[in-house]
């Protein structure tokens, strides 16, 4: 909704729909190159834009990281779905941690991005994670019900160490088993 007359927002101009979408396909191609503090101009500069027209579209960075991430989002979001009829609900959620770690790892500066807008319910990050968290709580209830994870255990803290795994992954290329052991370490820690 328009939030100046109350009706739904108008479709983009089709200039602007191939301005929206060159700069989410750069913005992507750079963040995976350069990782997520890559300069705003230098994505508009690629996409062959002013930064006035990257900020008409993507107001803060963190809209932007959104924006990028969605599709991503989404498929996370197919998954977790596929795995609540998993036979081991423990490993079902772990799959899904993994995935997340995996998804972050595409992206230098994904995870601390993650985290800090963990703390920011209004932030378009926050936004675009809610579902994930909503998304880890049914596979986390589902493995609590099943007695195979401690019952302190929060989809908060679990999403928030998931991003510390994938921070630590990223800050240790040289150790490509480095996630693979940490979590392994959170599902031990998982069942108490």
Request: one cysteine or more; proline letters at 4%; glycine letters at 8%.
């Given at each position: 909704?328009?939030?100046?007359?109350?009706?739904?927002?108008?479709?983009?101009?089709?200039?602007?729909?191939?301005?929206?979408?060159?700069?989410?396909?750069?913005?992507?191609?750079?963040?995976?190159?350069?990782?997520?503090?890559?300069?705003?101009?230098?994505?508009?500069?690629?996409?062959?834009?002013?930064?006035?027209?990257?900020?008409?579209?993507?107001?803060?960075?963190?809209?932007?990281?959104?924006?990028?991430?969605?599709?991503?989002?989404?498929?996370?979001?197919?998954?977790?779905?596929?795995?609540?009829?998993?036979?081991?609900?423990?490993?079902?959620?772990?799959?899904?941690?993994?995935?997340?770690?995996?998804?972050?790892?595409?992206?230098?500066?994904?995870?601390?991005?993650?985290?800090?807008?963990?703390?920011?319910?209004?932030?378009?990050?926050?936004?675009?994670?809610?579902?994930?968290?909503?998304?880890?709580?049914?596979?986390?209830?589902?493995?609590?019900?099943?007695?195979?994870?401690?019952?302190?255990?929060?989809?908060?803290?679990?999403?928030?160490?998931?991003?510390?795994?994938?921070?630590?992954?990223?800050?240790?290329?040289?150790?490509?088993?480095l996630a693979d052991r940490l979590l392994a370490l959170t599902y031990r820690g998982l069942k108490g």
């Amino acid at each position: 909704m328009d939030g100046k007359t109350g009706s739904p927002p108008r479709p983009l101009r089709a200039d602007a729909r191939r301005n929206h979408d060159r700069l989410l396909a750069t913005a992507r191609t750079a963040f995976a190159e350069h990782g997520t503090d890559t300069s705003l101009e230098d994505v508009a500069r690629r996409a062959g834009v002013g930064i006035g027209t990257l900020y008409r579209h993507f107001p803060t960075r963190q809209a932007l990281l959104s924006a990028v991430f969605q599709s991503e989002v989404d498929i996370l979001l197919t998954r977790s779905r596929e795995l609540l009829s998993a036979e081991q609900p423990c490993t079902a959620l772990i799959e899904w941690l993994r995935a997340i770690i995996t998804h972050a790892g595409l992206y230098r500066g994904l995870a601390r991005a993650l985290m800090s807008a963990s703390g920011d319910a209004g932030s378009a990050l926050a936004r675009c994670s809610e579902p994930m968290r909503e998304a880890g709580d049914a596979l986390l209830v589902r493995a609590r019900d099943a007695g195979s994870v401690r019952a302190d255990v929060t989809i908060a803290d679990l999403m928030q160490l998931t991003n510390a795994i994938a921070l630590a992954a990223e800050q240790s290329p040289d150790d490509p088993e480095l996630a693979d052991r940490l979590l392994a370490l959170t599902y031990r820690g998982l069942k108490g």
